[in-house]
């Protein structure tokens, strides 16, 4: 299973960006996800949590994110979508996708999920 972002790239602040992740799979290895969310990483400072969703809707946002970000997950095909607005030049970092194909709660920690994206770069110029 592979989790694929898209959507990166240079923008300024105050501008909108819009990150999208899809599990790849094939019928040799199911996968189901119970939540997905993102991550993110600035040069020299560790993983953050972003924001998750449940397949059911259920979400969670980090406090630097609240009121400017959203999150949504699709359970069907397992892919999620992270809507950021209002971007800040303290957003730059690496974003990563994750899924937590156990459950039962959503969690911001980075233990509880079981397969991450590559990441994709998010720079936003002040």
């Known amino acids: 299973v592979q989790l694929v972002e898209s959507g990166g790239g240079l923008v300024q602040a105050g501008d909108s960006l819009r990150l999208s992740c899809t599990a790849s799979?094939?019928?040799?290895?199911?996968?189901?996800?119970?939540?997905m969310g993102w991550f993110r990483q600035a040069p020299g400072k560790g993983r953050e949590f972003v924001a998750a969703?449940?397949?059911?809707?259920?979400?969670l946002y980090g406090d630097s994110v609240k009121g400017r970000f959203t999150v949504s997950m699709d359970g069907d095909d397992n892919s999620v979508v992270l809507q950021m607005n209002t971007l800040e030049a303290d957003d730059t970092a690496v974003y990563y996708c994750?899924?937590?194909?156990?459950?039962?709660?959503?969690?911001?920690?980075?233990?509880?999920?079981?397969?991450w994206g590559q990441g994709t770069q998010v720079t936003v110029s002040s």
């Open positions: 994750a899924a937590d194909q156990v459950g039962p709660t959503i969690s911001n920690r980075e233990q509880g999920y079981d397969t």
């Open positions: 799979t094939d019928s040799t290895h199911p996968f189901i996800a119970y939540a």
């Open positions: 969703s449940t397949w059911r809707g259920e979400t």
